[in-house]
Nanobody, 119 residues
């Protein structure tokens, strides 16, 4: 399974970004997938997960929307009204062993994409 994130960058507070995760070696709609983030000096936390039925769970407060494109085998995270507290490395995660209730972590992560929000 290979996960490649893109779409990170630097934005001002109130800005928006859309992260993408290109998935290979695994079907994005076949198991739990999610986005996770890790800020400097903090542990990794769940941002959002989605299961094969399309049930979404969010782990942080904010304007985040997780989605997927089955035809492109790609996972997305739309982020709006970003705040400096959202600054972190964002990781795409896959959990091939879970298909119903998604965990707050994933056994497989990509390399991550940096999101920096300034005031």
């Amino acid at each position: 399974v290979q996960l490649v994130e893109s779409g990170g960058g630097s934005v001002q507070a109130g800005g928006s970004l859309r992260l993408s995760c290109s998935v290979s070696g695994h079907t994005v709609s076949s198991s739990c997938m999610g986005w996770f983030r890790q800020a400097p000096g903090k542990g990794r936390e769940k941002v959002a997960t989605i299961n094969p039925d399309g049930i979404r769970r969010y782990g942080v407060i904010g304007e985040f929307t997780i989605s997927r494109d089955n035809a492109k085998n790609t996972l997305y995270l739309r982020m709006r009204d970003l705040e400096p507290e959202d600054t972190a490395m964002y990781y795409c995660g896959a959990d091939p062993g879970r298909t119903t209730v998604c965990a707050d972590y994933a056994p497989i992560y990509g390399q991550g994409t940096q999101v920096t929000v300034s005031t």
